[in-house]
């Protein structure tokens, strides 16, 4: 069985045990299996303008899936104490440890981490500003967002490395049974 039959039985149910959370991703599509409801997730294209808002948008969606990684690893899909003590504790580390876990458990190479760290500093520069005239992002040489061309290559930036944490998303998924969480499911 593949997620898009495990897709398929889920969205023809009445009712779905609570029991699992799983953020699932099917070729271009989304979804979010929580408290036993099958929700649409996030597009598979991030959109970014230039303004503050949709930059940290971008950065929190990117963050949920880092979230989402570490909780497929391990526990799984479970939704029971030991998945929301998880989260819990998850909220409280930050985001660059997180980014220095990938690179320990081999999930993210070298130069991507490098990468994510060095958008990751867009994200944090971005929280403490009003305006993003007074950000700048520094993938080799420091480039303020209020230019044009620095924004551009900004939000390159992040478009590729969102499509790879969304392909390092999908190879974690793949390791899940999905006949075996359709009996958890007890569907």
């Given at each position: 069985?593949?997620?898009?039959?495990?897709?398929?039985?889920?969205?023809?149910?009445?009712?779905?045990?609570?029991?699992?959370?799983?953020?699932?991703?099917?070729?271009?599509?989304?979804?979010?299996?929580?408290?036993?409801?099958?929700?649409?997730?996030?597009?598979?294209?991030?959109?970014?303008?230039?303004?503050?808002?949709?930059?940290?948008?971008?950065?929190?969606?990117?963050?949920?899936?880092?979230?989402?990684?570490?909780?497929?690893?391990?526990?799984?899909?479970?939704?029971?104490?030991?998945?929301?003590?998880?989260?819990?504790?998850?909220?409280?580390?930050?985001?660059?440890?997180?980014?220095?876990?990938?690179?320990?458990?081999?999930?993210?190479?070298?130069e991507y981490t490098r990468d994510m760290s060095r958008l990751f500093?867009?994200?944090?520069?971005?929280?403490?500003?009003?305006?993003?005239?007074?950000?700048?992002?520094?993938?080799?040489?420091?480039?303020?967002?209020?230019?044009?061309?620095?924004?551009?290559?900004?939000?390159?930036?992040?478009?590729?490395?969102?499509?790879?944490?969304?392909?390092?998303?999908?190879?974690?998924?793949?390791?899940?049974?999905?006949?075996?969480?359709?009996?958890?499911?007890?569907?």
């Amino acid at each position: 069985m593949n997620v898009s039959a495990f897709l398929e039985i889920i969205k023809k149910q009445k009712k779905i045990s609570p029991k699992v959370r799983l953020y699932i991703i099917d070729k271009n599509k989304h979804y979010f299996l929580n408290d036993g409801i099958l929700k649409n997730g996030f597009d598979s294209k991030l959109t970014v303008i230039k303004n503050r808002d949709s930059v940290l948008s971008a950065f929190s969606k990117m963050a949920f899936l880092f979230d989402e990684i570490i909780r497929l690893r391990i526990v799984t899909y479970s939704n029971r104490n030991d998945s929301k003590e998880l989260l819990y504790l998850l909220n409280l580390v930050p985001i660059n440890r997180k980014i220095r876990t990938f690179l320990d458990w081999n999930v993210f190479e070298p130069e991507y981490t490098r990468d994510m760290s060095r958008l990751f500093e867009v994200r944090n520069d971005t929280v403490h500003c009003v305006l993003l005239d007074e950000v700048n992002y520094n993938p080799k040489n420091s480039i303020s967002l209020s230019s044009v061309k620095g924004f551009q290559k900004f939000k390159t930036d992040l478009d590729r490395a969102w499509e790879n944490l969304l392909k390092i998303y999908v190879a974690e998924q793949e390791k899940i049974d999905w006949a075996t969480l359709l009996e958890a499911l007890k569907l």
